[in-house]
């Protein structure tokens, strides 16, 4: 997810973002993104899903500006 840029967008977007919305952010398929989202879900919290939005979590947030 960060080599994809995809923390870097999460981390933009404090609101979130839907699936559809990030995978055009991206350049990835929807599908594409459900999958590493959902894994960045259940892998300790990166993300969280709320109203049927991504977005990043504390840690996620960490991630994103120290692992670069």
């Not at 300790?44 to 504390?58: A, C, H, M, T, Y």
Request: proline share 0%.
């Amino acid at each position: 997810m960060r080599d994809l840029k995809i923390l870097d967008i999460l981390s933009k977007n404090k609101d979130g973002l839907t699936y559809a919305k990030l995978a055009k952010e991206c350049n990835l398929s929807r599908y594409g993104i459900q999958v590493l989202c959902e894994t960045a879900l259940s892998a300790g919290g990166v993300v969280f899903i709320k109203d049927e939005k991504v977005i990043l979590s504390k840690i996620g947030f960490f991630l994103s500006i120290v692992i670069k």
